[in-house]
């Protein structure tokens, strides 16, 4: 009977799960912030113990859902789409991963085998580390290459303007936001609401700042009772776990993003800060 280390298994897939949660990150242009990332690892090694050590049919089904939990720990689902490209993404990472590391380890001559979507290797951790490691730089490269946005490369200067009201600020550029007006198609911008409510005065202004955006039905019923408030309405959008949920939204008279110049644009409101590290304060979509 072979001898499986538990210790090696853990930190083996708990590693190779980080490069492949970094490299998805990296393909679609999110970022994790590294307790997020380093948790989902750690999910992901646990995991990896439990479905090699069960050794059943269900297996697959941990490992499946494993995957999925470690998504969402690293980078959250802002919408359904987001979700369904970062999932594809990391079940295919990791397949290509594990299968070249398996090459790797006949290529040295030692022992390897994936059970359940789980990779161990007898093979020394420095090969691994370097041969990941390796894999990561070239993906790295060849995106670069291609042309494909990442980091700052996807922040846009923007500049709202609404009266005599302006500001200015960083939007990210979202593959995963389609939220549109259902009513013309149109897409629509997502702004913090801190940003949202400098872009008002007089008695709207007050009115933001006491009822908030966490209930838009009973901010926008507030709204519509004071002159002005004709530019507010709400808008629909899903998330995973809600069927279907409210904004507050509003026409904002001109927003120039890049150089770019638009007039009457949608914009809604979000309740939550939209970047934790404060880099930007609005989403577009693609």
Same mark, same amino acid.
């Given at each position: 009977m072979r001898t499986v280390y538990l210790d090696l298994l853990f930190c083996l897939n708990g590693y190779?799960?980080?490069?492949? $949660?970094?490299?998805?990150?990296?393909? $679609?242009?999110?970022?994790?912030?590294?307790?997020?990332?380093? @948790?989902?690892?750690?999910?992901?090694?646990?995991?990896?113990?439990?479905?090699? $050590?069960? #050794?059943?049919?269900? @297996?697959?089904?941990?490992?499946?859902? /494993? #995957?999925?939990?470690?998504?969402?720990?690293?980078?959250?689902?802002?919408?359904?789409?987001?979700?369904?490209?970062?999932?594809a993404a990391e079940f295919l990472a990791s397949f290509a991963l594990g299968g070249i590391l398996s090459l790797s380890?006949?290529?040295? #001559?030692?022992?390897?085998?994936?059970?359940? /979507?789980?990779?161990?290797?007898?093979?020394?951790?420095?090969?691994?580390?370097?041969?990941?490691?390796?894999?990561?730089?070239?993906?790295?490269?060849?995106?670069?290459?291609?042309?494909?946005? &990442? #980091?700052?490369?996807?922040? @846009? &200067?923007? $500049?709202?303007?609404?009266?005599?009201?302006?500001? &200015?600020?960083?939007?990210?550029?979202d593959t995963g936001n389609t939220l549109t007006d259902p009513l013309s198609g149109e897409p629509v911008m997502i702004v913090d609401f801190a940003v949202a409510k400098k872009l008002f005065s007089g008695d709207i202004a007050r009115t933001l700042r006491v009822f908030g955006v966490k209930n838009p039905v009973a901010t926008f019923s507030k709204l519509c009772e004071l002159e002005g408030s004709s530019v507010f309405r709400l808008i629909p959008f899903n998330t995973v776990g809600e069927t279907c949920s409210l904004l507050l939204a509003f026409r904002c008279e001109f927003v120039e993003c890049d150089g770019v110049e638009k007039k009457n644009v949608l914009i809604a409101i979000s309740s939550t800060v939209l970047s934790s590290t404060g880099k930007f304060s609005a989403l577009t979509g693609v």
């Open positions: 190779l799960d980080m490069i492949v $949660l970094l490299g998805c990150g990296i393909c $679609l242009g999110y970022r994790a912030k590294k307790i997020r990332l380093i @948790s989902a690892s750690i999910f992901g090694g646990v995991c990896a113990c439990v479905c090699y $050590l069960w #050794g059943s049919r269900f @297996s697959w089904i941990i490992a499946i859902t /494993g #995957g999925i939990v470690m998504v969402a720990i690293c980078y959250g689902f802002r919408s359904v789409q987001s979700a369904i490209l970062l999932i380890a006949r290529f040295f #001559g030692v022992h390897s085998e994936i059970r359940a /979507g789980v990779f161990y290797a007898e093979i020394p951790i420095c090969v691994t580390v370097f041969t990941s490691a390796a894999i990561y730089y070239i993906a790295r490269k060849v995106l670069n290459l291609t042309g494909r946005k &990442k #980091g700052d490369a996807l922040m @846009s &200067k923007v $500049l709202l303007r609404n009266g005599e009201k302006t500001v &200015k600020l960083i939007a990210f550029t």
